[in-house]
């Protein structure tokens, strides 16, 4: 994963707790597979960031209509997944990464797209972004 950005691994997990998995594997999205849905939730994870990655390439190529409608589909897949809320912001302000944020003068404070994100990020997610408005 870390030499071929193309690669997914989610661990996956049964008859344990989730704070039990190994340090090096606990910054992956994780699933039990003792869950209700659990195999439901692999294919929508691996579809989601499939989904993902074509939008950053369309922010990466300026195309930003093509950029909302792929992170739009995240959304129609997972409507709390704070990221395509990210990608949705870069592109409607025409950003290629969050990174740009910082050239951009602007509070994102007001922005529904960066409303949604804090709101639906998790901890790690949301101290990350948050910052993005103080830049």
């Known amino acids: 994963m870390k ?8 661990p996956c997990y049964r008859d344990m707790d989730a704070y039990d998995i ?15 849905g659990f195999m439901q939730d692999i294919l929508r994870g691996v579809k989601v960031e499939s989904l993902m990655k074509r939008g950053f390439l369309f922010l990466e190529d300026s195309d930003w209509r093509q950029a909302n409608e792929y ?6 897949i997972d409507p709390e997944y704070a990221p395509a809320y990210i990608g949705l912001l870069c592109a409607e302000l025409n950003v290629k990464n969050e990174a740009d944020f910082a050239n951009h003068k602007e509070s994102l404070d007001d922005r529904p797209n960066y409303q949604k994100a804090l ?3 998790d901890e790690n997610y949301r101290e990350k972004i948050g910052r993005l408005s103080s830049s």
């Open 22 to 36: 190994p340090d090096e594997l606990s910054n992956l999205q994780s699933q039990d597979m003792s869950k209700v």
């Open 3 to 10: 030499k071929d950005r193309s690669r997914l691994l989610i």
């Open 119 to 121: 709101r639906f990020a």
């Open 71 to 76: 992170f739009n589909k995240v959304l129609d």
